[in-house]
């Protein structure tokens, strides 16, 4: 069965500093793969998705970067966090016309 | 324009009682997709339940069932026999088959809470 793994779970950090944010996905080849970010009682705003190595689409402008070094792998970037960066972010992928499935999520706090 | 309107943002329901939770779209795609999702307070998205656009019957999963009304461009959500771990906040999303890369577009949510 596939399953999502997203990490870490929570951090805090200092604005200016930079962000990695990493999602992996088993048991799958080739997955459409999705960051979204959800602030505090709002719904999800798309913020990158890939169809594949190296392809990255990205939905709104903004302070971050997305990458795809592996099929599985799906990295969140900043170089230099913002006060507005913060949020939950959540990982997903899907491979079909079916609907994203979606990792525990990590809670960014900058401070 | 928004794609997913979930007009009530928050709901009462007692224990055991059957509940409503509203979603409208927004589509000009005559092919497209809706889901509901789950979000209790530990964050992580668990799916509900899925409606294509040309299933003819209304797409049913345990207590959960979707209320499809195409020309009204409606897929509310329909939980029966309210329980208290139903508390959480719910999603509508759409998925449009024209777009390259399969995205979802989520509404706004819904929180529920079920009241003993």
């Known amino acids: 069965s596939q399953t999502i793994h997203q990490w870490p779970a929570t951090l805090v950090q200092p604005v200016g500093s930079p962000l990695s944010l990493e999602c992996t996905v088993e048991?799958?080849?080739?997955?459409?793969l999705y960051w979204y970010r959800q602030a505090a009682g709002r719904g999800l705003q798309l913020l990158f998705y890939?169809?594949?190595?190296?392809?990255i689409s990205s939905e709104v402008p903004q302070n971050l970067s997305a990458s795809r070094p592996q099929d599985r792998q799906f990295i969140l970037s900043s170089k230099k966090l913002l006060l507005s960066d913060s949020g939950f972010y959540l990982c997903a992928w899907n491979r079909d016309f079916r609907g994203a499935f979606f990792g525990q999520g990590t809670r960014l706090t900058v401070v | 324009a928004q794609k997913i309107t979930q007009t009530q943002p928050g709901m009462f329901v007692q224990e055991k009682e059957a509940v409503t939770l509203d979603c409208t779209y927004d589509t000009s795609d005559p092919s497209y997709g809706l889901f509901w999702y789950k979000q209790p307070s530990s964050g992580e998205m668990i799916f509900l339940i899925y409606q294509g656009s040309y299933d003819q019957q209304n797409a049913t999963e345990g207590r959960y069932s979707l209320n499809f009304q195409k020309a009204r461009k409606s897929a509310n959500l329909v939980i029966s026999a309210s329980q208290l771990g139903d508390s959480a906040m719910y999603f509508c999303a759409m998925r449009e088959f024209n777009n390259a890369g399969n995205m979802l577009t989520f509404g706004g949510g819904t929180r529920l809470m079920v009241k003993p």
């Open positions: 048991g799958t080849s080739n997955p459409n």
């Open positions: 890939s169809v594949g190595i190296g392809q």
